[in-house]
């Protein structure tokens, strides 16, 4: 079965503070994708990135960066130089290959993050 | 420019009534997912559509049914809402080699 832990339940930052926000996973299959959404107070789930387990390569998408290590089956993500839009809760989700599975997603309970003036 | 579209926002249901939400999307996704998160929680998969499969999770209660008239709208009815169910219903959709887009979601409260 798969599994996705978010053990940071809230994370308060001040403004322009970098924030990184750590997520452990647990799946079975060799090939599967992993993902972080952002949920504003408004409710709606925004996509902003995706991994594919067969690549490793970690990348810098403007203030967001992640780090991928299969060894240690994670999947971090950093907001670089915060801002008070960044506030809302952030889930790491997980889902298996498959034509229909892309949007088939076990997420983690989610982390609070608060962006300070 | 919406891309995946529900309504309404909010709905208020009394305890028993059936209730209809829909969700509509504009991208020709072939895969509709409907999705329950409760307070605080994390969003829970109840099913999916792939094109007019049908998909059920195995623990999504009777209550809940799907409709898929075409490929752009997809409806979740719940049959007899209970207090319990009272949650944001989320709709998404997805393709191949493309994560999962949502709607605003429906926020219904059972009163």
């Known amino acids: 079965a798969q599994k996705v832990t978010q053990a940071q339940t809230e994370i308060s930052v001040v403004e322009k503070e970098d924030v990184t926000l750590d997520c452990v996973y647990e799946?079975?299959?060799?090939?599967?994708?992993l993902f972080w959404y952002k949920q504003p107070p408004s409710g709606e789930l925004v996509f902003l990135i995706r991994r594919n387990s067969f690549d490793e390569q970690n990348e810098i998408s403007g203030r967001y960066s992640w780090n991928f290590q299969k060894s240690t089956s994670s999947f971090n993500f950093t907001i670089t130089a915060s801002q008070v839009v960044d506030s809302a809760v952030y889930f790491c989700?997980?889902?298996?290959?498959?034509?229909?599975?892309?949007?088939?997603?076990?997420f983690g309970a989610g982390t609070q993050v608060v962006v300070t003036p | 420019d919406a891309m995946v579209i529900q309504n309404p926002r909010y709905q208020v249901t009394q305890f028993g009534k059936p209730v209809t939400l829909s969700c509509s999307q504009t991208?020709?996704?072939?895969?509709m997912y409907w999705y329950q998160q409760k307070s605080s929680q994390a969003p829970k998969l109840l099913f999916h559509y792939y094109d007019k499969d049908f998909n059920n999770e195995a623990d999504t209660p009777d209550n809940f049914q799907s409709r898929r008239p075409n490929t752009s709208f997809c409806f979740l009815d719940i049959r007899s809402p209970g207090l319990g169910d009272a949650a944001m219903y989320l709709c998404?959709?997805?393709?191949?080699?493309?994560?999962?887009?949502f709607g605003q979601g429906t926020r219904l409260t059972v009163v």
């Open positions: 991208l020709n996704h072939n895969v």
């Open positions: 998404a959709t997805s393709r191949a080699g493309r994560g999962a887009f």
């Open positions: 799946t079975r299959d060799t090939t599967y994708y």
């Open positions: 989700a997980l889902s298996e290959a498959g034509t229909d599975s892309w949007g088939k997603l076990q």
